[in-house]
DNA sequence: CTGAAAGCGCTAACAC
DNA sequence: GTGTTAGCGCTTTCAG
């Protein structure tokens, strides 16, 4: 591995030269430099970004921080993360925070003392989460969730349940429901949204099947509740909006063990628009947050801090609802 | 932030000493090493891991290459890959080739520039990433693929079609085709194993849908194709064998478009068992990739490799079945 | 336009 | 047991 040194040895110049052609300083006589250059590639000269880090003050690192990395909402978002920062020169280090404050607090240790520039994240509680990136001393941009103190690129939850509710309202369902928590800190913004929505308009939410988010892949236990729940009092809804599109599928394949199918007895929204929504069977309606915009707006509101001192700022992105078959009357063609 | 230098001056001794306490190097006299940490928890000392690594020449970073990342297929293995590297005290830089050898050979150089200690990748391909893994100093890991020259953890997608094939017979379907690619790497020997399955039993693969996998979540012209094809001729078989779950996810839904059910007329199976397979209606049977011991397992053999200079090896993994309902007949509960 | 000198924060080989 | 001396490979003043 040829270093500088080695590269100004043969160049018969001293390092600082060699540094300053690469890093391309108009001081260098175009001679010199071309010498320089020569010898570079003759060595198969590659900088080794640690040393620069060291010496330079930078990594070039952004630190990644998600509940989850499966599940397709957080890994769509990783997606767009990786590759915004990797067109503006930055690498990635991605971290799976599994819902842990304890975690979250020992991964913010290390990515510190990895001196990265900056940090993305889902932070774990919006609230408890606060001191350990309080004691960061590189900015951070949370995303999908508001934090105080802290640049946030989201979607209005609470918008969001109102925009599906007026979609309900406008397809002419009257007997309406909720599967999904309505408590967290997210979920129960979309429930009120949802709720006051129909609620505004005269329509009383008639059932709410009230059970957790289905977080890390456990998503069965949302299934079964829904099963319980539906073969007790039976179908007394035309229409559930779910938390999210993992429990939008669960619902339905609990509906469809009890013999129900989807939409003709029942119609079903999901929440996020996911792989999932596009990819089963119907086609699932749902609230379409910008995976994609959300991922590239956090890697530049990130970097508009790390460059130019930035202040802080909330994003509040539009969310729209996607209308698939799951809301809708299907026709299937005649065989 | 205070430095080695920092707890060296306050607690009166030199920053070997410092160092030595930190790393519980034994030949320091009990106070001095109290002295030491009372001053390293006073001053909220934490090391440097850019100088660490400037000097003791190892980062405890590793680099990851897939070829999309919100593909749940590749997001599981993403995920048991960061949680095991953590586990075992690493970083994980994660990289998205898409499926691009220029951008590939990219990532590769900076991450080589990066110093990362090693790198596990599902390669663009097996022939042609070649050299750009060889230019390599770091070990690494191939997944999901076999490549020569270096350890793979992969399953034998050939024996993954004639498990398939297999399943398929058990189940009674005798008018048997398949749906993707036939001829690219991995595609082409699952397709062999099922159809020599098939053959050796005296079962001919009556159809085949040959249709790109759904790379780059460009899944839908999938669907176009497959729905094309089967309002032509019709349907001349009872089951399918898709590439991969997206496609046969892409597939239900063609069939469903076209006014048939899955799995009342017409039986589809999946590869990979991903999350889609869970989740959608029908549940998905599929061969199923040990997608969480493949991450691990690749870890493993990584820092192998790393720390005791293990030789390369081929590491081929168990698949199996996962009998789920859009193989089976499915007998709605009366409602 | 170019080089000398100092330093980033830490580790390791060798003395005392 | 502990300190001294050298780096690791690069960047950044400051002279000349």
């Known amino acids: ?63 990644l921080l998600v509940p989850e990395i499966a599940y397709p909402f957080f890994s769509e978002i990783i997606e767009a993360i990786e590759n915004q920062a990797f067109y503006e020169g930055y690498s990635t280090i991605i971290c799976n925070t599994r819902r842990s404050l304890e975690k979250e607090k020992n991964i913010l240790a290390e990515l510190r003392q990895r001196k990265v520039d900056g940090i993305i994240a889902v932070p774990v509680s919006p609230e408890k989460s606060l001191p350990a990136f309080q004691r960061l001393q590189v900015p951070a941009v949370m995303i999908t969730k508001r934090m105080e ?91 559930y909006l779910a938390n999210d599109d993992i429990t939008a599928c669960e619902a339905i394949a609990a509906f469809r063990e009890l013999g129900y199918s989807v939409p003709q007895d029942i119609a079903i929204a999901g929440f996020d628009n996911s792989l999932l929504a596009k990819e089963i069977s119907p086609k699932l309606t749902a609230l379409a947050q910008p995976l994609e915009e959300i991922g590239r707006k956090a890697v530049e509101v990130l970097l508009n801090q790390l460059n130019d001192h930035a202040e802080p700022q909330m994003y509040e992105l539009e969310s729209r609802v996607i209308v698939r078959e799951s809301t809708i009357q299907f026709v299937p063609a005649s065989k």
């Open 149 to 239: 103190g802290f640049s946030c690129v989201y979607i209005s939850h609470y918008a969001g349940g109102q925009q599906m509710a007026k979609h309900f309202l406008n397809v002419g369902f009257q007997k309406i429901g909720y599967i999904g928590p309505t408590r967290d800190t997210t979920s129960a913004l979309k429930y009120a949204g949802f709720q006051n929505f129909l609620a505004a308009n005269r329509v009383e939410l008639v059932d709410v099947i009230d059970c957790p988010a289905p977080e890390n892949m456990n998503a069965s236990l949302v299934c079964k509740l829904v099963k319980e729940y539906a073969a007790g009092p039976g179908l007394r809804c035309e229409a």
């Open 1 to 63: 591995m040829a270093s500088m040194q080695d590269i100004a040895d043969r160049a018969g110049v001293s390092r600082v030269t060699v540094s300053r052609v690469l890093s391309n300083h108009p001081s260098v006589k175009a001679e010199t430099r071309k010498k320089v250059l020569y010898w570079v590639k003759a060595l198969d000269y590659e900088p080794n970004l640690i040393a620069q880090s060291l010496a330079g003050n930078r990594t070039n690192i952004i630190g």
